[in-house]
């Protein structure tokens, strides 16, 4: 990308250094591959910028299908009010990439104000014991009322508030509350070694949490797979949770969900990817996690969530879990949830599609459905979504 540069055509102002695309004086809301993919064209007007080249600056060479970069050109042309008809900004040229064609006119651009580093919130670490005996980690963050997050695979306590793909989450929701989060077992600090790695131990998993810290009425956050968890125990322990709050769940796997046996492959596709790829120094399995987790990161995102697939469980684990994932269920106990419920859920999540949070929403009685604007699978710090999600789940605690 070119730093510090400005480029204007037509209404709009292409601004690299403040990362925006404005058209007048309203900001245009792109997603960052979006944002990334249009620059390369403008910055080389000059001359058609070839697909390879658009991989390699965007994807850093990583592996994606030409969809992605068809997708992304699309929603560029949307942006602008451009179409693959009329092709007033961006052309394309045939079988070989891109070309962007609007009058420019370039200038630098002011330094931005610079941001304020944000420290990582302080943190206590502890341990606790589950019902079999396993050791727990458990950190609590923050001050303010209490907010617990059932946990999820791919976290570290300690590693998660520098981390990339966490330290927005720990950051921004203990700024109001005091956050509790734990990593569950066979992950992060939590004993890998555990011979039990069934739905059922989560669940009660998370009960060993709560009793240890003697928690007794808290609001409950599920991401992800720890959707389920928290749904689990939000219908067993309905005088304990006061409000339960969803992002990017399911109620049912990939294999409880399965009715073809196409299905039954695709599901099975992740096992293998983890059995070849988990523990090899070379990136590339892993990164088709990445691929469906933040399909819109940037290349400084798919290092970091490369980095926690690596430091946060072993490869051996990481085909339990997949396994047990694809077997969740919780749609009857989804019905039996009482307190009010929040469930968001990106509108094009690559992992978990977006009629996945709408099954929960309709199986949970007292629950709200809001659409992210986003991709990703787990919301990255610059998106929009992000600040949304913060916004709603703010209004919905407060309330």
């Keep these: 990308m070119t730093a510090g540069q400005v480029w204007r055509f037509d209404e709009f102002v292409l601004d690299t250094a403040r990362y925006e695309l404005r058209r007048g004086d309203e900001v245009v809301k792109v997603e960052p591959q979006v944002f990334d993919v249009m620059t390369q064209l403008v910055s080389n ?174 609001p409950l956050l599920g991401v992800s797979q720890g959707s389920a968890v928290a749904v689990a125990y939000a219908a067993r322990h309905p005088e304990q949770v006061t409000k339960l709050i969803l992002c990017s769940g399911y109620a049912k796997g990939r294999l409880a969900r399965a009715v073809s046996d196409e299905e039954e492959r695709a599901a099975a596709l992740d096992l293998d990817l983890a059995r070849v790829g988990w523990g090899r120094d070379d990136p590339a399995f892993r990164q088709v996690f990445a691929a469906q987790f933040q399909p819109d990161g940037t290349r400084a995102d798919w290092d970091a969530f490369d980095q926690l697939q690596r430091r946060t469980t072993s490869p051996d684990n990481a085909v339990r879990f997949l396994a047990e994932f694809g077997r969740i269920d919780v749609s009857e106990m989804a019905r039996e949830v009482a307190c009010p419920t929040l469930i968001m859920h990106s509108r094009d999540d690559h992992r978990q599609p977006m009629r996945n949070g709408e099954e929960l929403a309709a199986l949970i009685p007292n629950s709200r459905l809001v659409a992210l604007a986003s991709n990703n699978h787990l919301l990255t710090e610059s998106e929009p979504a992000w600040q949304t999600f913060r916004e709603e789940l703010t209004e919905f605690l407060a309330g």
């Design 45 to 218: 007007h000059d001359r058609f910028v070839s697909k390879e080249e658009l991989f390699d600056t965007v994807w850093g060479g990583r592996f994606v299908g030409e969809a992605a970069l068809t997708s992304r050109i699309k929603a560029a042309r949307r942006a602008l009010g451009d179409d693959g008809e009329s092709q007033r900004f961006i052309r394309t040229v045939r079988g070989r990439g891109y070309q962007f064609v609007g009058a420019i006119v370039a200038e630098a651009a002011a330094a931005p104000p610079v941001a304020e580093t944000v420290p990582p919130p302080r943190q206590h670490i502890a341990f606790c014991r589950a019902a079999d005996g396993v050791r727990l980690a458990y950190a609590v963050a923050g001050d303010g009322p209490p907010l617990v997050r059932a946990a999820n695979w791919m976290t570290h306590l300690g590693y998660d508030i520098e981390s990339p793909v966490w330290r927005h989450w720990v950051r921004d929701l203990a700024a109001e509350h005091t956050f509790i989060r734990y990593d569950e077992r066979g992950c992060g600090l939590s004993d890998w070694d555990a011979a039990d790695f069934s739905f059922e131990a989560w669940v009660s998993d998370l009960e060993s949490v709560v009793d240890a810290l003697g928690l007794e009425r808290f």
